[in-house]
């Protein structure tokens, strides 16, 4: 799952959806992550890939959702975790309230891939 994408090819890119991801799936490089310490795993009802804004510290990534699970901690709280996918192909773990979907025309989305610097130096 480390394929860089552009603002033309990021619906070209591949996403694990339909079932929880297993260490073998992220070994095997389909998935991003695989949780083993929740209960109740789901893959979650989303179109995927799916552009979003990831908001991590304070910087904003264009980035694509490219997995994502919902999850039940120890406690009983529901732990909605997301793949992304960053432009230059690298993959983070992310909560779903850490981002907002946008549609792929959205300006500001489109923007933030095209000036990725994954230093954190975005001009």
């Known amino acids: 799952m480390t394929h860089p994408f552009t603002t033309s090819t990021w619906d070209k890119m591949t996403a694990f959806s339909g079932r929880v991801a297993k260490e073998a799936d992220v070994t095997a490089g389909l998935a991003v992550y ?4 929740t209960q109740n795993g ?3 009802d989303l179109v995927l890939p799916q552009p979003v804004i990831w908001y991590d510290e304070d910087d904003e990534f264009g980035a694509l959702i490219v997995q994502a699970e919902s999850h ?3 406690e009983g709280e529901t732990l909605e975790v997301l793949g992304l996918l ?3 192909g690298e ?3 992310a909560f779903r309230d850490d981002v ?3 549609d792929a025309t959205d ?3 489109v923007a933030l891939v095209e ?3 994954p230093e954190g130096d975005d001009a």
Do not use: G, R, Y
Not at 34 to 37: M, Q
């Open 34 to 37: 695989a949780l083993s310490d």
């Open 42 to 44: 789901q893959a979650m």
């Open 72 to 74: 039940e901690t120890d």
């Open 86 to 88: 960053l432009p230059n």
């Open 91 to 93: 993959t983070v773990v």
């Open 100 to 102: 907002d979907e946008v």
């Open 107 to 109: 300006p500001f989305w």
């Open 115 to 117: 000036a990725f610097d």
